[in-house]
């Protein structure tokens, strides 16, 4: 490989929550054991050094005054949805930039709903869309993911048609690859889902920033790419963030082919002064959508496939009682340890703080929506990987 993704990298003291906090109330790392990061979804890999070249040639110039984005940046968004998602004819106007893609799921969700609405989400549910959806005063039902007789995260269209119906819903959002399932909707699911939201005059959010991190053998579809109806309806938002580990740095971006759509979310977005970009942001994304940068997913892409497999290969064969569904796409595992926790007469607030002891510093996946789950982060060196399985299987689920 042309980059490095097996050097450990020391964040301590560098301005990171994920080796810097322990996400858990009473919790602490027993002397002897070091701290394996593996619970915020950000990734211990050094990012694609084009990056920092543009942030460093940017910050040789002294002034940082008011600035609009460049063309170069828009010009690298299209290319890199072209490339990497087969999108055609994207043009400037349907792309605008947002905070983040919580910034934006409010910024709709203002824009097409009211205080007291509900809105349609599935269950396992990212965190981020809850608490973004709740503090603007929504009502959140619930659509529940249910996996088949192979373990595979479904939709149940069914049952998103009756509650959209039932609660009267015109406003959902759809995550695409799915956090934390880890799913990579086929086209034939996502079409099936647009047809639900379509025929109950729903305006859809597609969270779609883990698209570039499909694992080998999947590939992401755009929602709007299945239809006409789907590409006018839906308000879509990437990031390279998540991609490239750029959290820190702030910046998103929505693609919004409706004019009618755009203009709303736009609007609102606008109304808090502070939906703006950083010119730093700017050029980080534009150093990442250079060839390294392709080159450098497509690698990192390879390093995550081979930790999700050793990792599930792993819990399957030495953790009894823990059940899970093989990820297509992120970088996390969503652990059910009920039937573990019930076998042991153990409590979850007793196995989240058994793993976070040695060192594993993981997250309680009971925020979303599970009441037994653990979430783990696997974008990390290999060897930290073995190391946190192993301490695992030692101290915690050998029993």
Not at 59 to 75: I, M, N, S, T, V
Not at 108 to 119: D, K
Not at 174 to 180: A, K, L, Q, T
Request: with cysteine.
């Amino acid at each position: 490989m042309k980059y490095d993704f097996t050097s450990i990298i020391d964040r301590q003291g560098k301005d990171s929550i994920a080796v810097d906090v322990i996400p858990f109330d009473n919790a602490q790392v027993a002397d002897g054991f070091t701290k394996i990061p593996m619970w915020v979804a950000d990734m211990n890999y050094a990012t694609v050094p084009t990056i920092q070249d543009a942030i460093i040639e940017r910050a040789k110039h002294p002034a940082f005054g008011y600035f609009d984005p460049r063309e170069e940046y828009y010009g690298k968004i299209i290319e890199w949805q072209n490339k990497r998602n087969g999108v055609e004819g994207l043009t400037k106007e349907a792309i605008g930039y947002e905070n983040g893609v919580l910034g934006c799921v409010s910024s709709a969700a203002q824009a097409f709903s009211a205080p007291g609405e509900a809105v349609l989400l599935h269950s396992p549910t990212y965190i981020g869309f809850t608490h973004a959806l709740e503090s603007i005063g929504r009502k959140i039902i619930l659509s529940d993911l249910v996996r088949d007789e192979e373990g595979v995260w479904r939709m149940d269209y069914e049952d998103m048609d009756r509650k959209l119906k039932e609660n009267h819903i015109h406003f959902a959002v759809f995550c695409s690859p799915h956090n934390p399932c880890g799913r990579v909707w086929s086209r034939e699911e996502i079409e099936k889902a647009m047809d639900v939201y379509a025929r109950n005059n729903c305006v859809v959010v597609s969270d779609e920033i883990w698209s570039d991190l499909t694992l080998a053998g999947h590939k992401h579809i755009p929602t709007q790419s299945i239809s006409a109806d789907a590409k006018n309806r839906t308000i879509a938002v990437y990031a390279p963030s998540k991609t490239f580990n750029l959290a820190g740095l702030i910046g998103s971006y929505h693609i919004i082919y409706n004019p009618y759509l755009r203009d709303r979310v736009r609007k609102q977005a606008e109304l808090s002064h502070y939906n703006s970009m950083n010119v730093l942001s700017m050029h980080a994304l534009i150093g990442a959508y250079q060839p390294e940068g392709y080159q450098w997913v497509d690698e990192l892409r390879q390093v995550l496939t081979e930790n999700v497999e050793y990792a599930y290969q792993y819990i399957l064969t030495h953790f009894s009682g823990v059940a899970l569904a093989k990820p297509e796409g992120t970088y996390m595992l969503y652990l059910d340890c009920e039937k573990f926790c019930r076998e042991h007469q153990l409590s979850m607030d007793e196995l989240i703080r058994a793993g976070i002891r040695v060192g594993v510093i993981w997250q309680d996946g009971r925020p979303f929506h599970r009441p037994y789950a653990i979430r783990l982060n696997l974008a990390l060196p290999h060897s930290l990987v073995v190391e946190a399985m192993e301490r695992l299987n030692e101290y915690v689920f050998h029993k």
